[in-house]
C-alpha cells in the first residue's frame, strides 16, 4: 500500500510540472502576464523561441509562435487560441517553480529542453543577455545589414515608424510576385530606392535603422502591406501618384 502511495506522489509531482496553467483566455500580442511566461518558455522549451522569458508578448514571442504553428499544421495567425496551447502542451514541458523562481530572484536564464536547469542559470540579475528579436530562418544577417543601410539611406531623418515601414516596403515586396525574389535584388532593382541611385545605400547605418529593421522582420508593418512609398515634396514621377494610397507617416506617402 505504501509502495502504490509512493508511486502515485512521484505521478502527481511529474503531473505539476507538466500541467498547463494557461487560462481560458487568447493570448496574442501586447498581453502580458503568467500566460505569457508559460508560453515563451513552452516555446523556448522546443527551440522556437530565444528571447527572454519576461511575460511580455512583443514581436520576438508572435513570430516565434507563428513559426510553431506552421511546424505543427494549425492556423498561422500568431494568437494562441485553444487549439495552439493544447498543441503546445502536449509536445512541451514546463516547470513553473523552476521558472517563476528566476524571474522573481532576477536571474539570467534560458528554458531548453534537454539541457539540465542547472546549466542555465546565471546569477546576478540584469536582464537577459538573449536579445528578445529573433532573426527568422529565412533572412540572414547580411540581409538585415543590407536593409539598414537602404533604411538609414532612405529614411534616416524620418520618425522611427517611417523607418520601420520602409523596412516593411521592402519585405513586403519580397512577398509579391512582382518584385524579385531576394533582399539584395529588390533593393538593387533598377530605380527602385533613390539611395541606391545616389550612392547613400553605403552610408554607414546606425542602430536605430538595424532596429527598424528587425521590428519589420519580426512582424511589425506600420505601412499596412505597402509597395510603394514616395515623398510628395520631392517626387518627380507622375506614375507614382497613380497607385493607391494607404496612409502618410512622416514625409513619406505609402502606397499599392
Keep these: 500500500m505504501k509502495k502504490i502511495v509512493y508511486l502515485l506522489a512521484i505521478l502527481s509531482l511529474s503531473l505539476s510540472i507538466n500541467a498547463s496553467a494557461f487560462s481560458n483566455q487568447d493570448i ?5 502576464g503568467d500566460d505569457v511566461v508559460e508560453l515563451q518558455a513552452r516555446l523556448q522549451y522546443i527551440s522556437f523561441y530565444h528571447g527572454k522569458i519576461d511575460g511580455k508578448f ?23 487560441g485553444k487549439a495552439t496551447k493544447d498543441k503546445l502542451a502536449n509536445n512541451s514541458d514546463f516547470d513553473k517553480a523552476y521558472v517563476d523562481k528566476q524571474i522573481k530572484l532576477g536571474n ?14 546565471k546569477k546576478g540579475g540584469g536582464s537577459n543577455s538573449t536579445s528578445s528579436m529573433q532573426l ?15 533604411v538609414y539611406g532612405e529614411a534616416r531623418g524620418e520618425v522611427y515608424e517611417g523607418q520601420v515601414a520602409v523596412a516593411a516596403v521592402i519585405l513586403n515586396r519580397l512577398e509579391s510576385d512582382e518584385f524579385p525574389d531576394t533582399i539584395s535584388e529588390i533593393i538593387f ?9 545616389d550612392g547613400q545605400i553605403w552610408l554607414t547605418p546606425n542602430e536605430r535603422a538595424k532596429q527598424a529593421v528587425l521590428d519589420a522582420i519580426n ?3 506600420p505601412s499596412e502591406n505597402a509597395l510603394y512609398y514616395f515623398n510628395p515634396v520631392t517626387a518627380t514621377s507622375e506614375w507614382i501618384w497613380t497607385r493607391p494610397q494607404i496612409k502618410q507617416i512622416g514625409e513619406h506617402i505609402f502606397c499599392l
Design 28 to 32: 496574442q500580442r501586447g498581453a502580458f
Design 189 to 197: 532593382q533598377p530605380r527602385a530606392f533613390t539611395a541606391v541611385a
Design 108 to 121: 539570467r536564464f534560458t528554458y531548453y529542453g534537454g539541457k539540465p536547469l542547472d546549466q542555465q542559470v
Design 136 to 150: 527568422p530562418a529565412k533572412y540572414s544577417e547580411q540581409d538585415v545589414q543590407l536593409m539598414a543601410n537602404a
Design 58 to 80: 512583443g514581436y520576438g514571442t508572435y513570430w516565434a509562435l507563428r513559426e510553431f504553428q506552421e511546424k505543427y499544421g494549425l492556423p498561422v495567425d500568431g494568437i494562441a
Design 219 to 221: 512582424g511589425w508593418d
